[in-house]
């Protein structure tokens, strides 16, 4: 045995091979991290580095991890993209959502100034019906007054046999009104809820009720109170005050502007509940009124649909 061979049998040779062994093992597991660490850039440089200090399995474990970590990363751009197209969505669906809500408020705007226009006409055609009514009256008054002229003049001829002469129709004068006519506080009334003038309206017209409790035109002066109350705000008597209107005369046809106006102020004071229910009862109960379809077009505004 030569001096170098037992050199190396020498048990101290071999402590010191050994250990030479385990830094060098040691050694490369770092290498190894920094390859997991920088992954798909340095995998492949790292892995020919240390192609001399691994073994088959840990370059094919490197070789699935690097996969996997691709795998990853166009997941993650997918992800991204999918991202973006509900970014995109969420913008035009807020852009739609604002063009109807400027859409529903012009929808309501010329609502309101249709049913501006129906109050304003209701309240002529009355006026004007109320007239006719009048000079009706009137007119029948004057001719009964001409048929008992008549009558008196065929039973009793003057002295010198000539009856007494009859005034001819021309000549009968229709006696105008008095100055305390119900009409006239009636149209001082309804000008002065035009003019905006709520609380003298509603005095007028309360006590054009109060003088005239069976006239035709009650119902119509019960009906502009509630009116007079809804402009002003005064929600809850004006719902009490239409109320009244449908109660007190449930032939009139203001019955549906009343149920429909209490839907409306329902809906003011924000119990949306109970003012769809009377706007969906007013479209049951009078379905051919003018009222139905302003309902109607309430309700899709607060998208109840209506057949």
């Known amino acids: 045995m030569t001096a170098r061979s037992a050199t190396r049998h020498h048990p101290e040779w071999r402590s010191k091979r050994d250990e030479r062994g385990r830094r060098a093992d040691h ?3 770092p290498l190894v991290a920094a390859s997991a660490l920088r992954r798909l850039t340095k995998a492949l440089p790292v892995v020919l580095l240390l192609s001399g200090c691994v073994t088959g399995s840990d370059i094919d474990r490197l070789q699935s991890q690097i996969a ?10 997918r992800t991204a993209s999918s991202k973006d197209e509900v970014q995109s969505v969420n913008t035009k669906i807020a852009q739609q959502t604002e063009t109807l809500l400027r859409s529903n408020a012009t929808l309501v705007a010329k609502v309101d100034q249709i049913e501006d226009r129906v109050n304003n006409a209701q309240g002529t055609i009355e006026q004007t019906n109320y007239r006719l009514d ?3 009256q009137q007119l029948t008054q004057a001719q009964r007054e001409i048929e008992e002229l008549k009558a008196a003049a065929g039973r009793t001829p003057a002295a010198g046999g000539a009856p007494p002469s009859v005034p001819a129709m021309s000549d009968v004068s229709v006696t105008p009104p008095p100055a305390d006519d119900p009409i006239q506080l009636y149209n001082a009334s309804y000008r002065d809820y035009q003019r905006g003038n709520y609380d003298l309206a509603i005095a007028g017209f309360r006590e054009f009720i109060a003088k005239n409790p069976n006239s035709d035109l009650a119902d119509n002066a019960a009906y ?8 002003q705000k005064k929600y809850r008597d004006a719902i ?5 209107v449908v109660n007190k005369y449930p032939k009139s046809d203001k019955v549906p502007g009343a149920l429909l106006k209490k839907g409306y102020a329902y809906i003011a004071l924000g119990e949306r509940a109970q003012g769809i229910v009377q706007l969906q009862y007013v479209v049951h ?3 051919a009124s003018q009222e139905a ?7 899709k505004q607060l998208g109840i649909e209506t057949r």
């Not at 996997?68 to 751009?77: G, I, N, S, T, Y």
């Not at 379809?293 to 309700?299: G, I, P, T, V, W």
């Open 240 to 244: 009490a005050q239409f109320d009244s």
């Open 293 to 299: 379809d302003l309902a109607r077009q309430r309700l």
């Open 285 to 287: 109960e009078h379905p």
């Open 224 to 231: 502009w109170i509630g009116e007079s109350l809804f402009s």
């Open 134 to 136: 009048r000079l009706a």
């Open 68 to 77: 996997d970590l691709q795998e990853q990363v166009a997941q993650l751009k």
């Open 27 to 29: 050694a490369c597991g």
